[in-house]
């Protein structure tokens, strides 16, 4: 979090997190198609030919005035394949808040696991603990067949009990939802500490 | 002391007042000057702009910080993996027609240079070196901000939620 008095600016840094392909680029692009131009800024996508994320995608959201403050938020997410570990500790620097994408997909659980406990690894390093930290979960690619369901997602995922929500991210179902949710938890969150 | 503050939980905080912002933007406008430089930003190393100087309208600063922090933070971890015991201390991108010239200011702060090709890159170093030095006092100086819990009271997260509201629909 950047605070600055001259300009009674709040900057808090978000950043989406989640294993290869879960959907946290497409979080991104909907939010971005769907908030008015005034309030977002450019998305820029850091990206292979084949659209997988190579270091970061980053957006800008503003969402004017509140009593006179400027809260501003920056939206990151990490590239989720396994060999660019490196690039998501970079990113998690100076995080106040994190969104997991996780794939609902059955065969994508053990990818889910190893991705979550690589964040809490990567937080630890920072001082932080997935355990006081805030974050929500959300359940991405509902609408695919072969899903977990929603009972095994939360016994296995979600052991502190954040927030969660379940998502169809191409659509866009669940996906301010799970916003808002973090936008909160890291407003919460920064009273709490105080 | 700009303030990094550390929280229970480990996060950290930083404060900038107004004074300190006022002092700051002095330095890189003084930086402009001298360097002819188009554009000047300061940010934060987790990659938010600070305050920003020069020609700043048909450029994205915000995108531009977040892509600097971690070019550096990148760069770092190039230097861990080849044995470097220090961070690089500076990076130098050189294009045709404006060379971006990058370096830290304390563990904090770093700075991006954006200036022509026709301005030698060893005037930049200089000035921007002793930019560094007024900058790093200023961070020094010993006046307080108020906490970050004056602003984000539980007024504030009700409206925001409203705002949340009203711009995602
Ligand atoms: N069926 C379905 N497909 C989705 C959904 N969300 C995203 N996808 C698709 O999943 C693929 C990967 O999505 P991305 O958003 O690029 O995934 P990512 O998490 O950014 O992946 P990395 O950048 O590699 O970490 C794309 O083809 C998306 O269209 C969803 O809710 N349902
Ligand atoms: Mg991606």
Redesign the interface.
Known sequence: ???????QE??L?IVYYGPGMSGKTTNLEYIHS???QS?T??L?TLKTKEDRTI??D?M?IE??R??G?K?KF?L?TVPGQVYYA??R???L????GVVFVADSQKDRMEGNIETLLDLENNLMT????LE??PWVIQYNKRDLPNTESLDILQKKLNFFNVPHFEAVAIKGTGV?DT??SI??GV?????A?? | MVQVKKLKDGSRQIILTAKQFDEITKVLSELAAKTKASTILMADISGQLITQRGNTDDINTAILSALAASDFAATAEMAKLIGEDAKFKLLFHEGEKRNVYLSNVGDNFFLVVVFDVSVTLGLVRIYTKKAIQNLLSVFDSTEKGDDAGKILDQDFSSMLGDMLDESFK
């Open positions: 979090m950047f605070i600055n008095w001259a300009l709040i900057n840094k769907k908030l008015d309030l800024g450019e820029v270091f970061f980053f800008q969402v004017g509140i009593k403050k809260p920056n990151y490196s690039s500790k970079i990113i620097n100076g995080v106040d920072m001082g932080y603990s006081t930290f301010f916003l808002k936008i909160n407003v919460q969150h920064v009273q500490q105080l």
